[in-house]
C-alpha cells in the first residue's frame, strides 16, 4: 500500500523527493534529511552548552564559577587569574591573553618572568618560587633552586610564606627560616627544586617520584639515609608533636590511624604548608595541612 505525503516534518527537504512505502496499515514518519539532522545536532549543543554555564571568553580562558575564587590577580602557580568587565573572575594560561586582558599583567611564568606589580615581594621563597632581582634590578623568579642559586650566589632561599590553612595547632615561629640543621635544609630544597614534576609510581626520580621516593631522594642530598617505604620512614624518625614541629620534619598519614598503616608521607616547610608527591595525575607540589586532611603521624629525622 502506498501512503500519501501529509506535510510531515522533513519531508520537503527529502533529497529523493519520493514517499515511503510499507505494507504496514499504519503511516510510517518521514526520516529526516541530512540537513535538518545537523540543524537540530546544532541546536542540542547550543542547549548543553548554556546548561552547563560555558561563556565565550576566547582563546585559552575559563570560567571560574566552578572554582573558588583567587586571593588576588595573577599567576598562581598553575593559572593566570583576571577580572572581566563585569567583576567576575576568570583564568588563562597563555600569557598574551592574559596581558591583553588585565592591559600588562603580572609575572610571565618563567625564571626570566616579571614581577608582580602589586609590590612586597622579598628575595627568597615564597611558597611558591623562587624571587631575586638581575642586573637591572628587575624581580625575576624561576622554580628551581639551582637557576636560584645560581642568580644569586648563593642567598636565602627561605622566603615567606602566605597565609596558612586552619586546624593545625603547630608553632610556625621557625617558618620563615632555614631549618636548624643544616643538612635537614639541603634535603628540603632538593624537594622544592623538583616542584613541578610528575608523580610516578616507585619512582626515584630525576624525572618524577612518588611520595617515599621524594623524601629519600631529598634526605639522601643532605646525607640523612632513610628507608624507602613511607612506614618504614616514620620508624627511622623521632616522632614529635605538632607543636614541635620544625622545618624538614616529616607528615605521615595513615589510613587506619596505625603506624604500619602509613601510606603518604610529605616534608614540612613550616606555615602549615608542606612538599609532597601526592598521587597518580598529579604533580609535586605544596600543599596546606588542614582539618580534613591532618597528619596522624610526625616525625624528625
Known amino acids: 500500500m502506498t501512503t500519501v505525503n501529509t506535510g510531515a516534518p522533513g519531508a520537503a527537504d527529502d533529497p529523493t523527493g519520493q514517499h515511503a512505502t510499507t505494507t504496514d496499515a499504519r503511516p510510517r514518519a518521514a526520516r529526516p534529511s541530512r540537513a535538518a539532522r545537523v540543524r537540530r545536532g546544532i541546536a542540542a549543543v547550543a542547549v548543553i552548552a548554556a546548561g552547563a554555564g560555558v561563556i565565550g571568553l576566547g582563546t585559552g580562558v575559563g570560567s571560574a564559577a566552578a572554582e573558588p575564587a583567587p586571593a588576588h590577580a595573577g599567576w598562581d602557580g598553575s593559572r593566570y587569574w583576571f577580572k572581566n568587565s563585569q567583576g567576575q573572575w576568570r583564568w ?5 591573553v592574559y596581558k591583553a586582558r588585565t592591559g600588562g599583567g603580572s609575572s610571565s611564568g ?3 618572568g616579571s614581577s608582580s606589580s602589586s609590590g612586597g615581594i622579598k628575595q627568597g621563597w615564597d611558597g611558591s618560587r623562587y624571587w631575586f632581582k638581575n642586573s637591572k634590578g628587575e624581580w625575576r ?8 642559586l645560581d642568580r644569586t650566589g648563593g642567598g636565602s632561599s627561605s622566603g615567606s610564606s602566605s597565609g596558612s590553612s586552619s ?3 603547630s608553632s610556625s615561629a621557625d617558618s620563615a627560616a632555614p631549618a636548624a640543621d643544616g643538612d635537614v635544609e639541603t634535603a628540603v630544597q632538593f624537594a622544592l627544586a623538583q616542584l613541578g614534576k610528575p608523580f610516578r609510581t616507585a619512582g626515584n626520580g630525576p624525572d618524577g617520584y612518588d611520595c617515599s621516593g621524594l623524601v629519600q631522594q631529598a634526605f639522601r642530598r643532605g646525607g640523612i639515609d632513610l628507608p624507602r617505604v613511607a612506614n618504614d620512614q616514620y620508624a627511622a624518625t623521632t616522632p614529635v608533636r605538632a607543636s614541635q614541629l620544625r622545618r624538614g620534619d616529616l607528615l605521615f598519614w595513615s589510613p587506619d590511624g596505625t603506624a604500619r598503616g602509613i601510606q603518604h608521607v610529605a616534608i614540612y616547610l613550616g606555615n602549615n604548608q608542606y612538599v609532597e608527591a601526592a598521587r597518580p595525575g598529579t604533580n609535586i607540589r605544596i600543599s596546606g595541612i588542614s582539618s580534613g586532611y591532618y597528619p596522624d603521624f610526625m616525625g624528625r629525622p
Open 167 to 169: 586546624g593545625s595547632s
Open 141 to 148: 623568579w624561576t622554580t628551581h633552586y639551582d637557576v636560584y
Open 110 to 112: 618563567s625564571s626570566s
Open 92 to 96: 588563562t594560561t597563555h600569557y598574551d
